[in-house]
């Protein structure tokens, strides 16, 4: 345990010191109380270990023998912590329960069950939900003790909102460009590159194979043609934060970089594909290059592919700017044990041996810094690392779910040629602008 992460232990140490004073003495049939900030409704540990929902006063946290923590985490995750919880329960005598729910499902469930007393102290999410759920009160901030230096700082910026950190994140991903070994020497570092690469290839039609065309709508991989040379999608200030007034979507920038994606697809480098038919043709050896993210390694480590991976070229000279998704560990708005479940978070799972086999679970890029080095020679994680460093971080605002539809719509009337950039992105700007209004 470094002296940073140690401030936590420390905090924890002195809340259980205190409640060892209260349980010598009790006054009220109880093993002992210490006051902390918590909800009027929380979900506490029955003495015999049962959950139950209990009301509460404001400022009161009972801690008794059998206090339990939950976390909530998907199958992978829950498997790598369950080495990090017995060691946290070796040592403070506090039981952490892990429930494994599915991750797509963690979001809905825990802004159900937080309000109704129940649900977890600590649950792991992705940054994007960070602005609704600190909307509907369902996370607090985390106090990060100057341990915020051990992170990445696109995965923190992801879980910034109004100025607060809401996670600690653990892993962060965005897009980069596969690339078959067998019929590309080495991987281009820009567009014009590319545009020769395929025009020796003259007998494969789709060259490229970015997903966003065909029937399905992809504003997640076709973001990065936009945001090259200045597009964005609202505009940003590290001090203040998003301003929903200025929307870049139909921005002269975003039309330009868009102008571009059109160009490649008159010349036949990228085609009209939908995610499904992109892997495919790469998987199959019939398209050289293929726009994805980490969670295909996977997949390509069990083919017979000869593949390796690159940061996305550049567009006119100008770093494409993808997208950056971060996952991390919330702690419940309604825990009554705030202090113990960041311990547990900065004391035991920021360490290299967790991270490192949280990222060994599911390789995508560490937002642990120290992991991320020891990675350096990597040249997988070196590719999408090299990506996320030009990346900007998924806005976390509620207000994307009117964004995600209108963009990734007329980002597909675009790849279709069924709408001009001009045309399409000042359909996209008013609709979201009509939306924020509404």
């Known amino acids: 345990m470094n002296a940073s992460r140690g401030k936590w232990f420390a905090a924890f140490t002195a809340l259980v010191l205190v409640v060892s004073a209260c349980t010598s003495s009790p006054t009220d049939g109880n093993t002992g109380t210490t006051t902390v900030s918590s909800p009027s409704t929380t979900r506490t540990a029955a003495t015999n270990g049962a959950l ?11 801690l008794t023998d059998s206090t339990e923590l939950i976390l909530w985490a998907d199958e992978t995750r829950a498997a790598v912590l369950e080495k990090a919880v017995k060691a946290f329960e070796d040592a403070t005598g506090v039981t952490i329960t892990i429930e494994i729910i599915e991750f797509s499902q963690i979001r809905g469930q825990v802004q159900i069950a937080g309000p109704n007393g129940e649900g977890p102290d600590i649950f792991i999410g992705a940054n994007g939900w960070t602005g609704q759920l600190v909307t509907d009160g369902v996370v607090q901030p985390i106090d990060f003790r100057d341990n915020d230096g051990d992170f990445l700082q696109v995965a923190l910026d992801g879980f910034r909102f109004a100025g607060s950190l809401y996670a600690m994140p653990y892993a962060t991903e965005t897009v980069a460009m596969y690339y078959n070994a067998d019929l590309v020497a080495q991987a281009p570092a820009t567009f014009e590159e590319i545009a020769d690469i395929c025009a020796a290839l003259s007998d494969i039609d789709n060259c490229v194979g970015v997903p966003g065309g065909g029937d399905v709508s992809d504003a997640f991989h076709n973001y990065p043609f936009m945001s090259a040379l ?7 200030d590290a001090t203040t934060g998003y301003d929903l007034s200025d929307i870049g979507l139909n921005s002269r920038n975003a039309v330009s970089g868009l102008d571009f994606l059109v160009d490649q697809i008159d010349a036949g480098v990228i085609g009209s594909v939908d995610y499904d038919e992109a892997q495919n043709l790469f998987l199959n050896g019939e398209q050289p290059f293929w726009v994805t993210g980490p969670w295909e390694l996977g997949t390509l480590g069990d083919s017979a592919l000869n593949w390796s991976v690159a940061k996305l070229p ?25 202090v113990i479940a960041q311990s547990f978070l900065f004391d035991y799972v920021a360490t290299a041996e967790t991270m490192q086999a949280l990222h060994d679970a599911d390789p995508r890029i560490p937002a642990f810094r120290s992991v991320l080095d020891a990675l350096s020679d990597d040249p997988v994680t070196r590719a999408f690392a090299l ?3 030009d990346g900007q971080p998924i806005p976390n605002l509620p207000e994307m779910e009117s964004v995600w539809g209108p963009l990734g719509e007329n980002l597909r009337a675009i790849r279709n040629g069924e709408l001009s950039p001009q045309e399409a992105m000042d359909a996209a700007s008013q609709a979201v602008e009509e939306s924020l209004d509404g």
């Open 52 to 62: 139950t929902s209990t009301t509460i006063a404001s400022t009161t946290t009972r």
């Open 230 to 236: 200045g597009g964005y999608v609202f505009a940003y």
């Open 314 to 338: 550049t567009i006119n000279g100008q770093p494409q700017s993808p997208f950056v998704g971060a996952q991390g560990f919330f702690v419940s708005a309604f825990s009554e044990y705030a």
């Open 387 to 389: 990506s996320a460093a």
